[in-house]
C-alpha cells in the first residue's frame, strides 16, 4: 500500500508541471502576503485638499488651523475661485477642496448657520470619505468652541470612543480575504489535480500502473499532499494574520486550525468532484472558479446571512468558508464564542466527509469512463 501511495505521489507532483506549483505555492502565499501587507499599513495622512478663504478673520483663521490639525488631509494649494480648484481636483493635485464662505464670522455669530461646502471626488469614494469625516470634525470643533456658553442645552451628551487595542476592522477584514484566497484556490486545485489525467491521457499510467487499480491510493496519493501543503500554508498566513491578537488557548487553537484544514480539504474535494462529474478540466476549473469565487459575498462578512433571501441563505450554508469565517469570527467573544466556533467545526467536518465521499465516488465512475476510452482508442489503432 505505501509503495503504491507513493508512487501516485510522485507522478502527481514530483513531474515538471509549473501551473501545479504555481496553485500550490506562488498564488496561496504571494498573494496572501500583499494582502496582509496592505491591509497592515497605518491610516493615510496627509491626503492634500485646496481651501477657497478670501473672507480673513480669526473664525476662518481657526477654522483653517483646525484643519491642518487633521490627521488625514493637509492643506496644498490655496485658490481663488471654485472653477481653479475644480481643475487641480481634475488633474489630480488635489482630492478635495473646501469653500469658506465670506463673512463667516458675521453670519455665525447672527446664528444664520453659514455653510462651509466641501467638495470632494466621486470616482474616489473611500477616499472622498476620509477627508469629509475629518473635515466635518474640524468645522464642529471650530462652531462649538464659537457658541461656547451662549446658549446652555438642558442635557448634554458626552460621547467618549473607545478604541480596541486587540484588533480592528481592517484586521478583520484582511483575515476574511485570506480565507476568501485560500478557499477558491483549494477548488482550483483540486479541480486541476484530478482533471489533468484526463486532459493529458495519462489515466491508464495514474490508476493500474502507478496505483495497482487501488482507488484508494489513486485518489489519496494526489489528495493528500495537496491537502498538508495548503492546509499548512494557510495555517501559517492565519498566524501570520492574527499577529498582535490575544492568544488562544489550547482548544481554540485545535478549533482554528483544524477548521482550516477541514476548510481547505472540503474545496479540494468539491474541486475533484467536479473533474470526476464533468470529466473536462476547462468546465471543472469554471465549475470550481463559480463556485469558490463569489463565496466571500454571501458568508456573511461583508453582508449579514439573515437578511438574504432564503436561496442565498441555503447556499450559503454549503460553501465552507461560511462556517470557517464564523468559526474565527467566533473568537472575537473570547471564551464565550468557544461554543459556537466548536458548532461550526462540526458542520466542517460534516461537509468534509460528505465532499470527500462524493469525490471517491465521482472519480471513480471518471477512471472507469477514461479507461474504456483509452482502451477503444488502442484497440482501434
Known sequence: ?????????????????????????????????GILSLFSEESPSNLPVGVIAEGGGPLQDRLLRAIEATPTVKISKRCQSISECASAMRSGEILAFVDIPVDLEKYALRYETPTVSVYTNGQSLLTS???????????????????????????????????????????????????????????????????????????REWFEIAAQNSLLCAFGGRFLPAFFI?????????????????????????????????????????????????GEMRVALSSAAVSGGPAFAF??????????????????????????MQLQSAF????????????????????????ILVAVLAQGFRIRK????????????
Not at 510522485?10 to 513531474?15: E, N, S
Not at 492574527?242 to 474545496?267: D, K
Not at 456573511?300 to 462556517?323: E, K, Y
Open 332 to 355: 472575537f467573544f473570547g471564551q464565550i464564542g468557544t461554543v459556537r466556533a466548536r458548532h461550526s467545526f462540526e458542520i466542517l467536518a460534516m461537509e468534509f466527509l460528505f465532499w
Open 1 to 33: 500500500m505505501p509503495q503504491k501511495f507513493f508512487a501516485v505521489v510522485k507522478d502527481a507532483y514530483l513531474q515538471w508541471n509549473p501551473l501545479l506549483h504555481i496553485l500550490l505555492f506562488i498564488f496561496p502565499l504571494f498573494l496572501c502576503l
Open 230 to 278: 495548503l492546509g499548512t500554508e494557510f495555517c501559517g498566513m492565519l498566524l501570520l494574520a492574527r499577529n498582535g491578537m490575544p492568544e488562544l488557548g489550547a482548544i481554540q487553537q485545535v478549533l482554528l486550525f483544524g477548521g482550516a484544514f477541514l476548510m481547505v480539504g472540503t474545496c479540494l474535494a468539491a474541486g475533484a468532484a467536479f473533474a470526476g462529474i464533468v
Open 129 to 203: 470619505k476620509l477627508i469629509t469625516n475629518d473635515l466635518r470634525i474640524a468645522v464642529a470643533t471650530v462652531g462649538a468652541v464659537l457658541v461656547k456658553n451662549v446658549v446652555a442645552p438642558p442635557i448634554t451628551t458626552e460621547i467618549h470612543l473607545i478604541g480596541n487595542p486587540t484588533g480592528n476592522y481592517e484586521r478583520f477584514l484582511g483575515i476574511g480575504l485570506v480565507v476568501a484566497l485560500f478557499h477558491v484556490i483549494a477548488m482550483l486545485l483540486g479541480a486541476y489535480i484530478f482533471s489533468y489525467p484526463t486532459r493529458e491521457k495519462q489515466t
Open 370 to 381: 477514461n479507461l474504456n476510452r483509452e482502451s477503444e482508442k488502442c484497440s482501434i489503432e
Open 299 to 324: 458568508c456573511g462578512q461583508t453582508f449579514p446571512l439573515m437578511a438574504m433571501p432564503f436561496p442565498i441563505r441555503c447556499w450559503a450554508f454549503v460553501l465552507p468558508i461560511t462556517h470557517f
